[in-house]
């Protein structure tokens, strides 16, 4: 079942980059007759130097072996990002076939983490897992997002919570740009843990729940660190803008930290001072 996950994912990714290239940019004429936008597999194939039968296999999920050669000169032929190119390598070479599942993990936040935490004042910071599971925060997020400590098991979890409760979606003006970001990065985790039901099992929920999910995850992006700025319309403290840092905590744990920093010569810092204050009393 595992195996067919990642194949099926594998077909899924090279046929959206395919459809997004255009032949012009690859040195190939547009043509007047395309039936598919995008690339044909057969124009893969030949700029990557394999034959279209075995271009197709790998393109419709099939268990054939491949080389890093090979996959290199898809990733160049697809014009795929650094990021991208690792999600291929990911996919087509199983290389976390043997990794922990959901259950078998129990993410523990450091006292040094806790530390960074609190010191991050005036910076709303989440800590999430590789299932993008929060484990940690601070309470500036708290003020500015949702009492995080009221939310109970998968409730928690920062990709369905974007997308099921009303006020974070009322909350970020650009709210399809921000959830794109937090896509982008589940979508690196999912590549190099496809093997973990779970992932497949809470992308079928999440797409039968949410039509929104399944379109723009469909969109196939993948960014381990997306440069996103976020403008928020909070109710008390109105118009506020962050920057949003994504950082990959060193170690065996697998954690993310997700650090709002206030927009420089914007008034939201002193805004969110007055919102922490009045919170505290």
Same mark, same amino acid.
């Given at each position: 079942?595992?195996?067919?996950?990642?194949?099926?994912?594998?077909?899924?990714?090279?046929?959206?980059?395919?459809?997004?290239?255009?032949?012009?940019?690859?040195?190939?004429? @547009?043509?007047?007759?395309?039936?598919?936008?995008?690339?044909?597999?057969?124009?893969?194939?030949?700029?990557?130097? $394999?034959?279209?039968?075995?271009?197709?296999?790998?393109?419709?999920?099939?268990?054939?072996?491949?080389?890093?050669? $090979?996959?290199?000169?898809?990733?160049?032929?697809?014009?795929?990002?650094?990021?991208?190119?690792?999600?291929?390598?990911?996919? @087509?070479?199983?290389?976390?076939?043997?990794?922990?599942?959901?259950?078998?993990?129990?993410?523990?936040?450091?006292?040094?983490?806790?530390?960074?935490?609190?010191?991050?004042?005036?910076?709303?910071?989440?800590?999430?897992?590789?299932?993008?599971?929060?484990?940690?925060?601070?309470?500036?997020?708290?003020?500015?997002?949702?009492?995080?400590?009221?939310?109970?098991?998968?409730?928690?979890?920062?990709?369905?919570?974007?997308?099921?409760?009303?006020?974070?979606?009322?909350?970020?003006?650009?709210?399809?740009?921000?959830?794109?970001?937090?896509?982008?990065?589940?979508?690196?985790?999912?590549?190099?843990?496809?093997?973990?039901?779970?992932?497949?099992?809470?992308?079928?929920?999440?797409?039968?729940?949410?039509?929104?999910?399944?379109?723009?995850?469909?969109?196939?992006?993948?960014?381990?660190?997306?440069? $996103?700025?976020?403008?928020?319309?909070?109710?008390?403290?109105?118009?506020?803008?962050?920057?949003?840092?994504?950082?990959?905590?060193?170690?065996?744990?697998?954690?993310?930290?997700?650090?709002?920093?206030?927009?420089?010569?914007?008034?939201?810092?002193?805004?969110?001072?007055?919102?922490?204050?009045?919170?505290?009393?």
């Amino acid at each position: 079942m595992n195996q067919n996950i990642r194949l099926d994912a594998l077909s899924d990714f090279l046929k959206t980059k395919r459809s997004k290239i255009r032949p012009e940019s690859v040195g190939l004429p @547009a043509g007047s007759r395309r039936r598919t936008s995008g690339l044909r597999r057969e124009e893969v194939a030949q700029l990557t130097g $394999v034959s279209t039968t075995w271009y197709t296999w790998l393109e419709q999920g099939r268990d054939i072996k491949v080389s890093t050669v $090979v996959l290199d000169a898809i990733a160049s032929a697809l014009q795929l990002s650094n990021d991208e190119r690792k999600y291929l390598y990911d996919l @087509a070479l199983d290389a976390h076939a043997n990794s922990p599942k959901k259950d078998e993990l129990q993410p523990k936040i450091s006292s040094s983490l806790e530390k960074i935490l609190k010191e991050l004042k005036h910076c709303p910071t989440v800590v999430t897992d590789r299932y993008c599971q929060i484990v940690s925060w601070n309470q500036a997020a708290t003020c500015v997002f949702l009492d995080f400590e009221q939310l109970q098991g998968e409730e928690r979890n920062l990709i369905r919570l974007v997308f099921a409760r009303k006020e974070l979606r009322s909350l970020a003006a650009n709210w399809e740009h921000f959830v794109k970001g937090f896509l982008a990065i589940f979508r690196v985790y999912y590549g190099q843990y496809v093997g973990d039901v779970w992932y497949k099992q809470f992308i079928e929920e999440m797409s039968d729940t949410y039509p929104e999910f399944q379109s723009l995850w469909l969109e196939s992006q993948v960014n381990t660190a997306p440069v $996103v700025q976020i403008e928020i319309r909070h109710a008390k403290a109105g118009k506020m803008l962050f920057n949003l840092t994504s950082l990959q905590v060193q170690g065996d744990t697998d954690l993310r930290c997700s650090i709002y920093t206030p927009l420089e010569n914007s008034s939201t810092e002193e805004k969110l001072i007055r919102l922490m204050k009045k919170s505290a009393i």
